[in-house]
């Protein structure tokens, strides 16, 4: 069974750092397609980045130069770095993966097929 768990969502000011972690289970992350996502009650799940197995990132315009995804093959882990945080960016964040599919790009949450519970972050200004 495959799991997906996300940790290190808390409260910061604004300007702030946060570092997300998803950590796989029964999955070798580092080859599959792994996205993150972010979401606020009422609102839709919004793509924020993405890393396919080839190692190729996307972002939002939303956060480019300012958050960073990368992998841990070590570890079996995907980290969200997030810098210079704003009170938009206050949201559930959610990891995601999909084994066995391709995917390019940033792509809707509708293509993953296996999420993790979820890690609030909370900006305020």
């Known amino acids: 069974q495959v799991q997906l768990v996300e940790s290190g969502g808390g409260s910061v000011q604004s300007g702030g750092s946060l570092r997300l972690s998803c950590a796989a289970r029964?999955?070798?992350?580092?080859?599959?397609?792994v996205g993150w996502f972010r979401q606020n009650p009422g609102k839709k799940r919004e793509a924020v980045a993405a890393?396919?197995?080839?190692?190729?990132?996307y972002y939002a315009e939303s956060v480019k130069g300012r958050f960073t995804i990368s992998r841990d093959n070590a570890k079996n882990t995907v980290f969200l770095q997030m810098n210079n945080l704003k009170p938009e960016d206050s949201a559930m964040y959610y990891c995601?993966?999909?084994?066995?599919?391709?995917?390019?790009?940033?792509?809707?949450?509708?293509?993953?097929?296996?999420w993790g519970q979820g890690t609030q972050v909370t900006v305020s200004a």
């Open positions: 029964g999955v070798d992350i580092n080859k599959e397609e």
């Open positions: 995601a993966a999909a084994p066995g599919s391709r995917l390019y790009g940033l792509v809707p949450s509708e293509a993953y097929n296996t």
């Open positions: 890393i396919d197995r080839e190692g190729v990132i």
